[in-house]
């Protein structure tokens, strides 16, 4: 009688997937030859999903509304910025889904890939110049770079200086980190990275000074840099069809 009413309520709510969707996706959607980039970031819990979607040249990424999830289909609405609700009705299979996408009687192809973010597996730690040392300098350089196919790090840039040959170290340090490549489906792709490298001089007994430098576990979205400790962070963007200048943090972790 029970497994009678268990197969019976399994059947009736339907909302169990057979994949796991969260994550960061992204792709296009296809109309009349015209492809518009897309990202979407799903959060997934049972049958619950929750998310947002964001086109390229949009201010900001919009919630997805109304979501449906039964077994490997996904069924949302989006409002656009005249308040029109766009109805999306996608599948999954692995590390792809693909649909479409209507707003009336237009419509519109979808495609999109699961990305996952570049994998921290080697760190070293930067050190202090001498000089630096001695003028007791504290702070942080901020490094942009790209994680290449191969998890290498190429095209490193200075967007934060701090000076005294910091800049430097800072190179130095981020240059030597690998990283387990990241994935846009089933292919190796160059993720975009920023690294906050932080130099903090730590007073010791005696009020002699011994050089401190730290490029700590790497996270996302935010720089932590908490007086008399070291940290690092390190946000990763997937490249995409995006430019630099418009791109937005992937919400995934990087694990060390």
């Given at each position: 009688?029970?497994?009678?009413?268990?197969?019976?309520?399994?059947?009736?709510?339907?909302?169990?997937?057979?994949?796991?969707?969260?994550?960061?996706?992204?792709?296009?959607?296809?109309?009349?030859?015209?492809?518009?980039?897309?990202?979407?970031?799903?959060?997934?819990?049972?049958?619950?999903?929750?998310?947002?979607?964001?086109?390229?040249?949009?201010?900001?990424?919009?919630?997805?509304?109304?979501?449906?999830?039964?077994?490997?289909?996904?069924?949302?609405?989006?409002?656009?910025?005249?308040?029109?609700?766009?109805?999306?009705?996608?599948?999954?299979?692995?590390?792809?889904?693909?649909?479409?996408?209507?707003?009336?009687?237009?419509?519109?192809?979808?495609?999109?890939?699961?990305?996952?973010?570049?994998?921290?597996?080697?760190?070293?730690?930067?050190?202090?110049?001498?000089?630096?040392?001695?003028?007791?300098?504290?702070?942080?350089?901020?490094?942009?770079?790209?994680?290449?196919?191969?998890?290498?790090?190429?095209?490193?840039?200075?967007?934060?200086?701090?000076?005294?040959?910091?800049?430097?170290?800072?190179?130095?340090?981020?240059k030597r980190w690998k990283f387990?490549?990241?994935?846009?489906?089933?292919?190796?792709?160059?993720?975009?990275?920023?690294?906050?490298?932080?130099?903090?001089?730590?007073?010791?007994?005696?009020?002699?000074?011994?050089?401190?430098?730290?490029?700590?576990?790497?996270?996302?979205?935010?720089?932590?840099?908490?007086?008399?400790?070291?940290?690092?962070?390190?946000?990763?963007?997937?490249?995409?069809?995006?430019?630099?200048?418009?791109?937005?943090?992937?919400?995934?972790?990087?694990?060390?």
């Open positions: 009688m029970v497994k009678t009413i268990l197969c019976l309520m399994l059947t009736s709510t339907g909302v169990f997937s057979a994949v796991d969707l969260s994550g960061h996706w992204s792709g296009f959607a296809d109309r009349g030859g015209r492809k518009i980039p897309l990202i979407v970031t799903l959060t997934q819990s049972g049958g619950m999903i929750s998310g947002t979607i964001r086109s390229d040249g949009a201010q900001a990424a919009a919630p997805i509304e109304n979501p449906t999830l039964h077994s490997d289909q996904l069924e949302f609405e989006v409002h656009d910025r005249e308040g029109y609700a766009m109805r999306f009705d996608l599948v999954a299979a692995g590390t792809r889904m693909t649909g479409k996408a209507a707003l009336g009687d237009l419509s519109g192809r979808i495609e999109l890939v699961k990305e996952v973010a570049p994998v921290l597996i080697h760190k070293e730690e930067p050190e202090y110049t001498g000089a630096a040392l001695q003028a007791h300098l504290q702070g942080t350089v901020i490094l942009s770079a790209q994680i290449g196919p191969q998890g290498q790090i190429t095209d490193i840039r200075v967007t934060q200086e701090l000076g005294m040959g910091l800049d430097e170290k800072a190179i130095e340090c981020v387990k490549p990241g994935y846009k489906g089933d292919q190796p792709a160059a993720f975009y990275a920023t690294f906050a490298v932080n130099f903090v001089a730590r007073p010791q007994a005696g009020r002699h000074w011994n050089r401190y430098a730290g490029c700590g576990r790497p996270i996302t979205h935010r720089t932590v840099s908490r007086a008399m400790r070291s940290s690092s962070s390190v946000g990763i963007t997937q490249t995409g069809n995006f430019e630099p200048s418009t791109l937005i943090s992937a919400d995934l972790p990087l694990v060390f």
